[in-house]
């Protein structure tokens, strides 16, 4: 089961190639980079412009 979330949340972020070992290691870092995703959707809201609000791109 856990193996198949990891799956998951690898594809969804693009994390195939992740350098850290171990279940909280690896929960944390899906966790930074949902909030991130989160954070960069609530700034597109911010600034009123809500197509930037599906990418992180955008704002590097």
Known sequence: MVEHVFKSGKRQ???NNLRWRGVAKVRMHIALCYSVILAAAITARKMNR???????????
């Open 13 to 15: 972020l693009n994390l």
């Open 50 to 60: 809500p197509e930037l609000a599906h990418t992180i791109k955008a704002f590097q």
